[in-house]
């Protein structure tokens, strides 16, 4: 029973995919469950991936299922996500590897002779050494266009939370800016001191609790769709800050590339929901609302707490003969 | 470069052992680093292990470094924690194990045949079956007795937050209630529908988000003051809600201990920051005004992002001969 129930406190958002417990069923409820709301949605609230903004990362070490899927956001850092593109197309973090695994805070893979000009691996053509830094975006390139969904909950980071395009945006109306929160699954651009010094080359997933205070400091330039588990599961670094000591305790990349380079046959059969569709704001309310297993509902849910649902692309349905 | 800079962002309480690298000590800073407030911090503001209080887990699948420390919250949870201590001494869980990894929720361990009464460990002599919830205590039990240091910062889970005792502590002023924060490492004991249904002989802690929604809907045991990442870093269970499919995934418990039960001279050396002391709250102050490598600093922190440090016990002063 207790494995049953605990798990049921958090059968919400994290896996859509997950049929609802016989006991939540029969449990009173006042709102509709994650799981019903999901099962619920019309094919029109889910879209496919992006060629042109998905990544698939395999990992070395993987038993055929350390496959990690990146989304980019190209609204929010324009500049990354090209040169992004760009180093996949080229295979440029083929054979590299995962060089720090620091716990409660992020896993980070690139190029571990990078700082080694002799032994650094060449950018290829068309991508660029170096990238105005993307911080933030003006707010109203996350207004209409983008589909921003804003969050009713007020938190203590940000003037103002919300989703745009699948993706948890933070704002502040008075300086006119907004940008993507550090949340768990979110990818970064590592930089040295210097605020224009990520090129896209290294970057990291956040494992842990959202690191918020690294928001306006860092370009984002996507988030983890599917795969977590195969980075966040890694054995962490032991020496500072969670480097590898030796290089045979790296985790090697196998390969990274862009969805739009990959055979329409081989590509994940993957959708996500959309954030500007009332399924969204009903699983936000039933996260808010709970039933069933809970005796307090928070009525609250803050940007980070709430993972935008993923799914397998449903059968085509059956077409009448012609 | 980029491996330093990014880890500058992160080197603040997390690692307290952590040694300052060149490069922050060359960047301008506004307050003082973690590092630096750490190193200056007098002995009086540190505390040992509680004997009766602390738990030492041992991971059986562990290469000699699986050893998960945690501290017990008496205050919140007497009544679990005395069934704790109770089972602890009698090695309930010795050869029993993790069932299950849930990716950004929680690790949980306990007796994979709980579910089958005919299977089911007995519960040794002096350990009780049913126990009340302890979801929550009266507002005036975290008062200056626990030494509570109240956050300014405002967020949206509870009116007020703060620490007590080392713990990360929310409260409800109107409803004269203060509860324990589900924050990254805390541990709560599993529970089926029925609210009084825990005895803490399963026990989870929290790998990912910070999943608030639980609070006052489980009760809250205690936190893993080190080895985190033993916990953290296990494969994920990919049955439902993160259970092991096969019982050969799970990793198995060598044995826990009471602190107690162990010789003195087994114990680990481990202290841990007082919460109620000026170094805790100078080292908040230097989470929320960040400065170096960072471009903006948040001005805020909320209970979840900021681990109390522990560190190995300094080595006693040389005595000069009597």
């Known amino acids: 029973m207790k494995h049953l129930a605990l798990a049921l406190a958090i059968a919400g958002l994290l896996n859509p995919a997950l049929a609802a417990p016989k006991k ?28 042109e903004n998905t990544l698939l990362m395999e990992l070395a070490n993987s038993q055929g299922n350390g496959q990690v899927i990146i989304e980019l956001a190209p609204r929010f850092a324009p500049g990354h996500a090209a040169n992004i593109r760009a180093l996949a197309r080229a295979g440029y973090w083929d054979g590299l590897a995962i060089v720090r ?14 700082e080694d000009a002799a032994k650094a691996r060449p950018l290829p053509a068309g991508a660029q050494a170096k990238l105005p830094a993307e911080f933030s975006v003006p707010l109203d390139r996350i207004g209409k266009a983008a589909g921003f969904t804003r969050l009713p909950d007020k938190e203590g980071w940000a003037p103002r939370t919300g989703f745009a395009e699948g993706f948890p945006v933070a704002a502040d109306p008075k300086a006119g800016k907004a940008w993507l929160a550090h949340c ?27 690191p918020r205070g690294l928001d306006l400091n860092i370009t984002v330039v996507g988030r983890v769709l599917k795969g977590m588990e195969h980075l966040a599961a890694l054995p962490r670094g032991t020496a500072a800050m969670g480097f590898y000591d030796k290089p045979e305790q790296r985790t090697g990349i196998q ?13 994940p059969a993957l959708q996500v929901l959309k954030t500007d569709s009332s399924t969204w704001t009903q699983l936000l309310d039933a996260r808010r609302h709970r039933g069933g297993w809970f005796v307090h509902s928070p009525g609250y849910i803050d940007v980070c707490s709430a993972t935008v649902p993923t799914r397998p692309t449903p059968p085509e349905p059956a077409q009448a003969p012609r």
Do not use: C
Not at 28 to 51: C, N, V, Y
Not at 101 to 114: H, I, K, M, S, Y
Not at 184 to 210: C, F, H, K, W
Not at 255 to 267: G, M, Q, Y
């Open 24 to 51: 939540a069923a029969k449990a009173p409820k006042p709102t509709k469950t994650a799981q019903e709301i999901l099962a619920a949605s019309p094919a029109s609230h889910w879209r496919g991936l992006d060629p």
């Open 101 to 114: 695994v620091q716990d409660n805070f992020v896993t980070q893979w690139g190029d571990p002779d990078g």
């Open 184 to 210: 768990y699954g979110m990818v970064g651009a590592g930089r040295s001191d210097a605020p224009d010094s990520s090129n896209g080359t290294e970057l990291y997933a956040v494992i842990g609790q959202a």
């Open 255 to 267: 390969r990274v590339r862009l969805l739009a380079n990959v055979a329409p046959t081989e590509r």
